[in-house]
């Protein structure tokens, strides 16, 4: 996009000179934080204290609004099924739907738009009412922007549909008239009310002709001096053209019709039929469309656009799209008078009127404390195909550039992230990148929010950011000693280092307690004991206890000696292993032959060679930490190796013999 036309809005931080020290600042994804230095502008060290805090500077506040969010939450639903509805409809239908979509956008907006008005008018907090009257006021205006965007660029409103979707538009945003009519209804004497004249004037301005017709005949019913000037003034009413798109009239028969119902409004103008009732004539000139009278009408006109809609009604009912602008340019500034300048707002009607898509969204932008209006509303003109040839420079069309936004400031909330993860996958250009930058910043403050982030970055692919939670929560769990889910996180990372290490640590906690903890996970490996060696001799190992406990001694013995003998087991856990044998080698019938024997006693002199390949801790062990306990059990393994050798030899050369 250009260069800003306006400089953007100053943010004061409290306690903060920026004009005599040097600021330092941090940036985060969805904030800034913002510190005092002890430096002055001219590089010369400041002596004494500064302001001694940090400020966090947000960039998108809005997020944190409860009704806002429902915003946010709601839209959500109705871009994912817009982008789902990719098929290719024929051209009318896709009009249809597109239009329905953008009413679903509105309806969003509205309900927000009341449930802040709500709480406005309930709380009784001055300082959050006024907050939620200027949300409210905001809400309005981007309800008010799309509904017109709507009108002009999704339904391609044409020459007479054009103006009755404008009166539709004006109608629904400049309300004051029916809580002025039902003021005046309620009243005693409701022609004598100060407010009966200025009903009737908005329904005209309006061009809600019924409703001005009802209220003019109870002038008519009270007053028979005027009785006669409002049953012709009705009569105008009554028979005033209004164009029907789906009718067989033509747009040149329509023209002759209401050029014929303008001359004769004319004409009892001129004749000076309304003379004697000031009201009624200036109601009379108002479907003449003389500009003077619509102009003094201001106070119940309320706006510009206003006066456009009602200037355009009664002078020029069949307006083009092509010539609006210059209508609407017109009409601004004659209301205005040159007595002020147009706001922001009038600014972003004004590109709409012109159909300047870009500078509509371009001025919203710059106004707008966030970047939901102008991402759902380009995606929506984006599929209406009228974007497609708008790329900006660094390589990401207008759709997408806003999109990323948008799911960015998203990500800076701890649940509405999981919005902007929808809203990255639809960015087909920069999207994915994104979204592997932001997902690794998400706190990971639980395990039920881990395995959220890790199901979603599953379901893309997107290995080296599943690597990385199940490292960062496997840590954690070793942090907080809970080594069955750490062990659980690094088998779903595939890393074997650390599987390694978890598996050490629950032999250690074997060899202190007696006992393994988490018995389920190990019980239950499965296929994944095969990631490291050490991970493969845990589940074995536990295997053996399981046989040991069914009795099933000849395959628990088969299995450890396995163990030995593959010299999968750490160093340290050798004598552990064959203090497991050593019940075996005392049962009653022989479990171990001569050759398992042998196989035994030679692990045994392995032991207590101490072996080089034996770490330093280990031996220092054997030989400082515990010498009489270590001799005592070298000397029961190798008493009860030699009474089960002699036994096996015997019973061996028994079975021999026969």
């Known amino acids: 996009m250009e260069e800003l036309d306006v400089d953007p809005p100053l943010t004061t931080i409290p306690g903060v000179n920026s004009k005599k020290k040097c600021m330092g600042f941090d940036w985060g994804p969805g904030e800034m934080l913002v510190y005092e230095t002890c430096y002055e502008n001219q590089r010369r060290a400041e002596k004494g204290l500064g302001c001694p805090f940090i400020r966090i500077v947000q ?17 959500h639903g109705i871009f994912v099924g817009l982008q789902k509805s990719e098929e290719e409809l024929p051209s009318k239908s896709r009009k249809t739907q597109l239009v329905r979509v953008s009413k679903n956008y509105r309806s969003v907006i509205g309900a927000c738009m009341e449930e802040m008005h709500q709480l406005a008018v309930s709380t009784r907090d001055a300082a959050l009412t006024a907050q939620y009257t200027s949300q409210v006021s905001v809400l309005s205006a981007m309800e008010l922007i799309w509904n017109l965007c709507e009108i002009l660029f999704i339904e391609v409103a044409t020459a007479g549909s054009l103006l009755l979707h404008l009166l539709d538009w004006v109608q629904l945003h400049v309300c004051e008239v029916d809580s002025m009519a039902q003021e005046v209804l309620n009243s005693e004497n409701l022609t004598k009310h ?48 209004v164009f029907s798109p789906g009718g067989t009239q033509t747009l ?19 004749d000076g039929t309304f003379a004697s009732s000031s009201h009624l004539e200036s109601i009379c000139k108002i ?71 870009l500078q509509v969204i371009k001025e919203f932008s710059i106004t707008s404390s966030n970047w939901w209006f102008v991402a759902h509303l380009t995606d929506l003109l984006d599929h209406c195909q009228l974007l497609q040839t708008h790329n ?35 960015c087909p250009k920069l999207g994915r990148v994104y979204l592997e930058l932001h997902i690794e910043r998400i706190p990971l403050n639980t395990e039920k929010k881990a395995l959220k982030v890790l199901r979603i970055c599953e379901q893309r692919q997107m290995g080296e950011q599943v690597r990385s939670i199940c490292k960062s929560m496997a840590m954690k769990a070793v942090r907080n000693n809970r080594l069955g889910s750490a ?20 032999l250690k906690d074997y060899c202190e307690h007696g006992r393994f903890s988490d018995l389920d996970l190990i019980d239950n490996l499965g296929p994944a004991m095969l990631l490291s060696d050490r991970l493969t001799f845990l589940g074995k190992y536990r295997e053996f206890h399981r046989l040991y406990g069914k009795k099933c001694f000849p395959e628990a013995a088969k299995l450890l000696l396995s163990l030995m003998t593959a010299r999968i087991a750490p160093c340290s856990f050798w004598m552990t292993l064959l203090m497991d044998a050593l019940p075996l080698l005392e049962q009653k ?40 306990v270590e001799t005592t059990k070298v000397e029961m393994l190798r008493l009860a190796l030699a009474r089960n050798l002699s036994r096996a030899i015997v019973k061996e050369g028994t079975l021999d013999g026969w």
């Open 487 to 506: 062990l659980s996180w690094s088998i779903r990372a595939r890393d074997a280092a650390f599987a390694t290490l978890i598996s050490d640590r629950f």
């Open 392 to 426: 900006l420079y660094f390589g990401s069309n207008m759709r997408e550039f806003l999109l990323l936004e948008y799911a960015s400031g998203l990500f800076a909330h701890h649940s509405l992230w999981q919005l902007g993860v929808d809203y990255f996958d639809h």
């Open 589 to 628: 019938q022989v479990i171990f032959s001569a050759e398992q024997t042998y196989e035994l006693m030679r692990c045994l002199e392995d032991l207590t060679a101490v072996k080089p390949d034996m770490g330093e801790t280990d031996e220092r062990r054997l030989q400082d930490d515990g010498d009489d």
């Open 59 to 75: 960039r998108d506040e809005d997020i944190y609004s409860p009704v806002l969010r429902k915003l946010f939450n709601e839209s």
């Open 194 to 241: 100060d407010k009966y004249w200025n009903v009737i004037t908005s329904y005209v301005l309006q061009g809600r002709m019924d409703e001005a017709r009802q209220m003019l005949a109870k002038e008519a019913n009270a007053t028979a001096a005027s009785r006669g000037m409002c049953r012709i003034l009705d009569g105008l009413m009554k028979k005033m053209p």
């Open 287 to 357: 479907l003449l469309g003389d500009e003077a009278t619509l102009l003094k009408q201001k106070e119940l006109l309320t706006t510009w656009y206003h006066f456009l809609v009602s200037r355009l009604l009664y002078t020029h009912p069949m307006v083009k799209p092509a010539e609006l602008h210059v209508y609407a340019q017109s009409s601004l500034d004659m209301f205005l008078g040159g007595d002020s300048s147009p706001e922001p707002l009038d600014n972003i009607l004004m590109a709409a009127f012109e159909f300047d898509i």
């Open 252 to 270: 040149t028969e329509f023209e002759l019709k209401w050029q014929h119902w303008h001359e004769e409004c004319e004409r009892y103008v001129q």
